[in-house]
């Protein structure tokens, strides 16, 4: 049985281990649905209800807090990447490589 997208995207944002962040491209392309992003974005913004999904781990290409108006509070993205150790300055990870998680097929 399909499994639809939002789920399947899901299912990849759970593995991002605490103190990690991906990228919206990131989790398109492990779906095998590189062109997209904005689709991962779409279900990340559906998941503010869902407590299993850390969707404060998706950021945009470049460490970009690109979802943050989707959270409660204004600073609530960047208040839970921080209280996992990631640093942002400006709505932008510091160091986004060193943190950076590649997901892999493990659906």
């Known amino acids: 049985m399909e499994t639809n997208f939002f789920e399947r995207v899901y299912a990849v944002a759970r593995q991002i281990p605490y ?9 398109a392309k ?32 470049k460490g970009l807090l690109t979802g943050k108006h989707h959270f409660e509070g204004t600073n609530l993205m960047q208040q839970l990447l921080e209280s996992e150790g990631i640093m942002v300055e400006d709505n932008q990870i510091v160091d986004f490589e060193k943190v950076f998680w590649e997901p892999e097929m493990e659906l």
């Open 19 to 27: 103190g990690k962040v991906t990228s919206y491209g990131a989790i």
């Open 30 to 61: 492990v779906l095998g649905t590189a062109r997209s992003a904005r689709m991962v974005g779409w279900a990340m913004n559906a998941a503010h209800n869902l407590e299993d999904v850390p969707a404060h781990r998706v950021v945009n290409r």
